[in-house]
Structure formats: structure tokens, C-alpha cells
């Protein structure tokens, strides 16, 4: 994620520190695989939950298509080939005379060209364009899959000979071929088919998580927005565990000669157990 964008970096501690709290919350069991599948579960809920606090929303669903394909490949169930057509397509694939756009008359040559170079992908995907061009039945029933508001429902769109043929995955790598526009439901519906519904609904935001996640060593930091501030709910958690009033929360707005007031305040709530709020930090 961190190719994404450099504010989403994990240290290995915090990894660390997330697995162990899997440990402590998942539920008991005197059976080792039983036990087993709870931290498991538990973990990867909890990993879920905390990274996607950290990730503005249009990555979401990219995290949770890349942790849904690293627990594919864990499990020797993902093929790293078509996982990465899926992200980056077939690239520059060279024109073929031999090889025409059977359909020219709704597809663009670039888009042909993905067509092609999928047929080249593996085994799975031989023949897509002799077919393509040489199948009239094939050809309407893809322009029929093209022309579909849901083509991610392979079932009732997807021509049968290709829906037969193909995995979930492999699905996907014909679906950003003729429709790209329809992936984020697609990517939406295999992931909620992987690993479960709870990877693909975000977690609201609820400042009550982060705190019990935090500690004396471990702040909670806001990187904000232009216009948003999230002093009224900060304001709701303090009354709610009853550290509301100056002499249980000190806030103060970072500035010009402020830094030594600041680390004063953070000395006296090292020694006080209350807490502090510095704002506008750069």
C-alpha cells in the first residue's frame, strides 16, 4: 500500500502488537484447531478494521483485494499472472494482421489488443481470440455481456462456454477486458465470496476503537482534511470515560513559542495520567 501513498506505512511492531491483541481476544477453545481458526479470524478482522482507519476511501477496496489475494496465496490459491493482469492489464500489446478486431463496430483496437494479450496469459485463456473472431454466436454473446448493466453477474451474462471454463479470478481478468467500468462491484462481489461480506463493508468511524487500540506509548493522530475537525468527538470520548474538563484534558493549538508549553503539558499528563491534545501539528 505503501506504492499508493507514502502515508500508509505499518511497522512490524504494530503488526506485532495487533496479532498479540488477536491472541488475548479471540475466543477460547481446549481445541488446538478450533483455537486456531479464532486467532486466525480474529486477526484478520482486526487487521481489516485497524489499516482501513488509516486509508482514505477510494483505497479501501484495493486493500481489501490485496488482502484477500495475499490469503489466497497463502493458501496456493492464487495465480500471481492473472492477480496482476487484473491490476495492470496486458500493457503494449503489438498488432497482428493476422488477428483483425472482430468487434470493431463496438470495441476499439486498444481494447482488442487486451483480448489478445489475455488469449496469451496462460492455459486457461488459449484461443479467446480465434474464437472471438471465428464463433458469430461467441461474438453476440459478448456484445450481449458488454451491453449488460451487471456484467459481474457472470452467471446470467458471461457466454457459458467461457463461464464454465473459467475460476472467479480468471473471470475477473475477461471482465476488465470488455467492461473496466464494472470492476469495483466485481472486485466487491469476489472478495465478499473469498473471504467474507465483512471485508468489503469499512468500518464506520469510531473514535472508541482507536483509544482502546492506543496506549501510553502509542498516541492517536488525526491527519485531517480541509474543513474537518474532529474535536466534538473527541470531546464525546473524553466525557465518556469521564476525563472531560481542563484538569483531565489540556488542548492546545501548536504555534509560534508553543512548543514549550506543550511539552509541559505532556510532562504533566506522563505524571498525571490525563490526556493531551496538541492541534494544527506540521
Same mark, same amino acid.
Given at each position: 500500500?505503501?506504492?499508493i ?11 506485532? #502488537? ?9 475466543? *477460547?477453545?481446549? %481445541? ?7 486467532? %486466525?479470524?480474529e ?6 478494521? #485497524?489499516v482501513?482507519?488509516?486509508?482514505f ?5 484495493l486493500f481489501?483485494?490485496?488482502?484477500c489475494?495475499?490469503i ?6 492464487? +495465480? ?10 496486458a ?5 497482428d ?29 488459449n484461443?479467446?481470440?480465434?474464437d ?16 449488460s448493466?451487471?456484467?459481474? *453477474?457472470?452467471?446470467k451474462y458471461?457466454?457459458m ?8 479470478? *480468471?473471470?475477473?481478468c475477461l ?26 463493508? /469499512?468500518p /464506520? ?14 498516541p ?11 474535536m #466534538? ?21 501548536l ?24 492541534? +494544527?501539528?506540521?
Amino acid at each position: 500500500m505503501g506504492n499508493i501513498d507514502p502515508m500508509y506505512q505499518y511497522s512490524l511492531d504494530w503488526f506485532l #502488537n495487533l496479532f498479540m491483541r488477536a491472541i488475548d481476544v479471540a475466543p *477460547q477453545s481446549d %481445541n488446538k484447531k478450533s483455537r486456531t481458526e479464532s486467532i %486466525n479470524t480474529e486477526f484478520k478482522r482486526s487487521l481489516y478494521r #485497524n489499516v482501513c482507519r488509516s486509508l482514505f476511501a477510494k483505497d479501501k477496496l484495493l486493500f481489501s483485494f490485496m488482502l484477500c489475494a495475499r490469503i489466497l496465496q497463502g493458501s496456493d490459491n492464487l +495465480n500471481f499472472k492473472e492477480f496482476r493482469f487484473i491490476l495492470t492489464g496486458a500493457g503494449l500489446v503489438k498488432d497482428d494482421p493476422s488477428k483483425p478486431n472482430p468487434f470493431n463496430d463496438w470495441m476499439d483496437d486498444k481494447t482488442w489488443g487486451e483480448i489478445r494479450g489475455l488469449s496469451m496469459l496462460n492455459e486457461a485463456f488459449n484461443n479467446l481470440d480465434v474464437d472471438c473472431m471465428k464463433d458469430k454466436k461467441l461474438q453476440k454473446d459478448f456484445k450481449a455481456f458488454y451491453d449488460s448493466s451487471k456484467p459481474y *453477474q457472470f452467471d446470467k451474462y458471461l457466454p457459458m462456454k467461457w463461464n464454465k471454463r473459467l475460476n472467479d479470478l *480468471q473471470k475477473l481478468c475477461l471482465l476488465r477486458c470488455f467492461r473496466m467500468d464494472a470492476m469495483i462491484p466485481a472486485i466487491q462481489k469476489f472478495v465478499s465470496n473469498t473471504i467474507g461480506e465483512f471485508f468489503v463493508r /469499512p468500518p /464506520p468511524f469510531d473514535l472508541d476503537g482507536p483509544f482502546k487500540d492506543s496506549n501510553s506509548v502509542t498516541p492517536i493522530i488525526f491527519i485531517l482534511s480541509s474543513g474537518s475537525d474532529p474535536m #466534538n468527538e473527541l470531546l464525546k470520548l473524553a466525557k465518556k470515560y469521564d476525563m472531560n474538563g481542563k484538569d483531565k484534558m489540556f488542548s492546545i493549538s501548536l504555534g509560534q513559542g508553543q512548543g514549550p508549553v506543550a511539552n509541559a503539558a505532556i510532562e504533566e499528563a506522563v505524571d498525571k495520567g490525563t490526556w493531551v491534545v496538541l492541534q +494544527n501539528c506540521h
